[in-house]
């Protein structure tokens, strides 16, 4: 049988070993950023289904397809996650966005105010350029505020991202990462949300993501939500630096 020592160690061995061992970001996804404090969690499981759809037909034609769901494992002081999203877009019955990410993270508390994480995730966005995009970040991060009414986290590490273009061809670099993550209680149930991370080196991206949820009932809620993704060096096949995205999604959870 474990010591209690040893069992308060593997949570931290992991954590260490996802942010330094293994290649999947929560791809790049500001959502996915800064994970709840285990020592506040008031379930050992919490996890959530997002959905959303909308379509046009007549003079023209449209559909938009979006879907997430993340799921997360608590202990006394640490967390482990799983996330994954896919969007699709078709106009004139033809495909015009097509994203798919999926993604791994775990956080270990040091102190009521401290905690090290590690995380780990693919992207593949071939409309943007990405046949493939893997990123891999650790680091430390620090409990602002964790209250009913605020809660504040951020967090910095080092990182590598290897991307494998739609175009061809193929790059592998060390890069600096930050993030950080606001909430804020508007009534009993609506809370607003902001998140913003970046990922640094000679090409930098940064997402933010700009959320409203409100509560319908003990099981769904509905979201809306404003992302807004910035490459500086963006692909040749997809030039735009910046990709903006608004959603309304209805969310159960689990």
């Not at 040749?236 to 990709?243: F, R």
Request: charged share 15%; aromatic share 12%.
């Amino acid at each position: 049988m474990f010591s209690l020592r040893a069992h308060r160690a593997i949570p931290l061995y992991f954590s260490c070993l996802t942010a330094f061992t293994s290649i999947s970001a929560f791809a790049d996804n500001t959502l996915f950023t800064a994970m709840d404090d285990p020592a506040t969690a008031k379930k050992p499981f919490d996890g959530n289904i997002q959905a959303g759809y909308n379509a046009q037909s007549g003079n023209s034609q449209n559909s938009t397809l979006l879907a997430n769901t993340t799921m997360t494992w608590f202990s006394s002081d640490a967390a482990y996650s799983l996330w994954g999203a896919a969007n699709n877009t078709t106009s004139s019955n033809v495909r015009s966005s097509e994203r798919y990410q999926a993604s791994g993270r775990t956080r270990q508390n040091l102190t009521t105010r401290n905690y090290m994480f590690g995380q780990a995730g693919w992207l593949n966005d071939r409309f943007n350029g990405y046949d493939s995009r893997s990123t891999l970040t650790g680091g430390y991060g620090r409990q602002i505020f964790n209250g009913p009414l605020h809660d504040l986290r951020v967090e910095f590490g080092p990182g590598v991202r290897h991307d494998e273009y739609q175009d061809g061809g193929r790059t592998t670099r060390v890069l600096a990462y930050g993030a950080a993550n606001y909430s804020y209680r508007l009534t009993d149930n609506t809370r607003f949300s902001e998140g913003i991370s970046a990922l640094a080196n000679e090409e930098t991206t940064i997402n933010s993501e700009t959320a409203l949820n409100v509560s319908i009932n003990n099981d769904f809620s509905l979201r809306l939500a404003y992302t807004v993704t910035y490459n500086s060096k963006p692909p040749a096949s997809a030039p735009k630096n910046t990709d903006t995205t608004t959603s309304v999604t209805l969310v159960y959870g689990l």
